[in-house]
């Protein structure tokens, strides 16, 4: 199982970003696929999910109404849309994989490497 994150950089505030998340390994019509966020100093943080049947999960109400998650199944990738950035979104993202479901009692079990994101003017 291997996930790659990608579409991090600099971008400022009120702009946007398209991360990227390829899967290998992982069969999206049984895992569910996070994203999460630790920005410096801070804990790691659940962002959003995408479950297996396409329902969507946010962990952290502060971007609802500003990023959008969206799979291709084509592909394997999932997309992390983030528009209307805050100074506050700065953070290294992740995506993450989960059997069955973005909530439960199983942990986010496999990690890709993270992507650096930068909201700055």
């Known amino acids: 199982v291997q996930l790659q994150a990608s579409g991090g950089g600099l971008v400022q505030p009120g702009g946007s970003l398209n991360l990227s998340c390829i899967t290998s390994?992982?069969?999206?019509?049984?895992?569910?696929i996070g994203w999460f966020r630790q920005a410096p100093g801070k804990e790691r943080e659940g962002v959003i999910c995408?479950?297996?049947?396409?329902?969507?999960?946010f962990f952290e109400e502060s971007v609802r109404g500003r990023f959008t998650i969206f799979r291709d199944k084509a592909t394997r990738t999932v997309y992390l849309q983030m528009d209307t950035l805050r100074p506050e979104d700065t953070a290294v993202y992740y995506c993450?994989?989960?059997?069955?479901?973005?909530?439960?009692?199983?942990?986010?079990?496999?990690w890709g490497q993270g992507t650096l994101v930068t909201v700055s003017s």
């Open positions: 995408i479950s297996e049947t396409e329902a969507v999960t």
């Open positions: 993450a994989s989960r059997f069955w479901g973005c909530t439960g009692t199983g942990p986010f079990d496999s």
């Open positions: 390994g992982v069969d999206l019509d049984y895992y569910a």
